[in-house]
């Protein structure tokens, strides 16, 4: 007969919020401890708990582990998408979270990228109908960069867009949000001839305009990185 699961998160930022909701969705048993609460809590809920999962700054991780867990038979397992662990099993979930809770429907859909030498998804997250997919450890330094670049730095540009229409044009930043959602659809829909502009154009006197427009602004090295970095790739596709 399956073990029923009982989880015990640590940690009380975001991503641990979010999947104690989620967990509370499934009807998962799941307990939560963070470092206000007290060690003797602690080692009460390690105890009642199948898995473990370590929800805290990537640094700390495999030092929380060896101090407090070492004795404990319950699966560990992290969620960072860049740590190696020889004895914390990886799982990736593939999402970006804010302070704001999902809808319900939204937890099922977020896909896991789990170690390639982790257990079966069912013993790993047992209860989670997540799809998953295995990554050799060895590739997750470079899989994670992916990630930062797509989703955090491109956070950065459109947040410099939104603040200078604001800031600088006195434009609601909400007149782009047709711009950002379109634009995500199109990499949905075919990533290939999602890109437009001066780039795809070669429109080199477009491009160094905006490049003096954006004089004195760090934004500047930014774009002249891209211009540099979209010229090479077409030298190698070419």
């Keep these: 007969m399956r073990q029923v699961p009982h989880y015990l998160i640590i940690g009380n930022g975001r991503v641990a919020r979010h999947f104690l909701h989620y967990f509370n969705l499934l009807n998962i048993q799941c307990d939560n401890w963070h470092r206000q609460e007290s060690f003797a809590l602690l080692s009460e809920k390690i105890n009642q708990a199948t898995h473990i999962l370590i929800l805290i700054s990537d640094s700390e991780i495999e030092k929380f582990a ?47 990228i789990i170690d390639h030498d982790a257990p079966d998804f069912e013993s ?15 590739q997750k330094a470079k899989y ?14 459109w947040q410099k867009l939104f603040s200078g229409l604001e800031k600088e044009f006195q434009i609601p930043a909400e007149i782009a949000h047709g711009y950002l959602m379109q634009q995500t659809n199109n990499l949905i829909q075919n990533p290939k001839t999602a890109l437009t502009g001066p780039l795809v154009r070669n429109d080199k006197n477009t491009l160094e305009k905006n490049i003096s427009a954006l004089a004195n602004d760090p934004f500047q090295t930014i774009y002249k990185s891209f211009v540099t970095c979209y010229e090479q790739l077409q030298k190698v596709s070419s």
Excluded: W
């Design 66 to 112: 060896e101090m407090h867990l070492r004795h404990t038979d319950a699966m560990l397992i992290h969620f960072s998408g860049s740590l190696v662990s020889e004895k914390i099993f990886g799982a990736h979930p593939l999402m970006c979270f804010n302070p704001t809770l999902y809808s319900d429907d939204q937890y099922p859909k977020i896909p896991f």
């Design 144 to 157: 994670h960069a992916l990630c930062v670049m797509s989703g955090n730095f491109s956070c950065i540009l």
């Design 124 to 138: 790993l997250l047992p209860g989670l109908p997540n799809q998953h997919v295995r990554l050799n450890k060895e």
